[in-house]
């Protein structure tokens, strides 16, 4: 439930955004940002359901998300930048989330 939140209010946030960020040179494809994102996201979830307080668990945060990375085979300056061009791009930030929630929802039992 939360996670929906948070992916709601992000996608309409971005989506009241008037510019559009330029394409990076090493943009990840949409279907591996998809898989990258939701890593993210639940890793986020987990440490914010966890801790509560950012402060505590940012040092944790931040060494779990680059093992994500790591995973991923990418660098977290080329997913901040692949991050900031989706969400540039309110359609395909959308089709992200939907994708992410999708995968998420055929999860649950």
Sequence with gaps: ???SIVLF???FLLACQSQ???RPDQLIEKEKMSLVLEDVLLMESYFQSK???PGIYK????ESLNRVFKKHHITKK???ESYVYYASQ???FKELNTSIMD????QIP
Excluded at 59 to 62: F, K, V
Excluded at 103 to 106: I, K, M, V
């Design 9 to 11: 209010c992000l996608t």
């Design 90 to 92: 309110p359609e395909e």
């Design 20 to 22: 559009t960020t330029k």
């Design 1 to 3: 439930m939360k996670l």
């Design 78 to 80: 080329q997913f901040k």
């Design 59 to 62: 040092e944790a945060l931040d």
């Design 51 to 53: 801790h509560g307080i």
């Design 103 to 106: 995968h998420l929802s055929r």
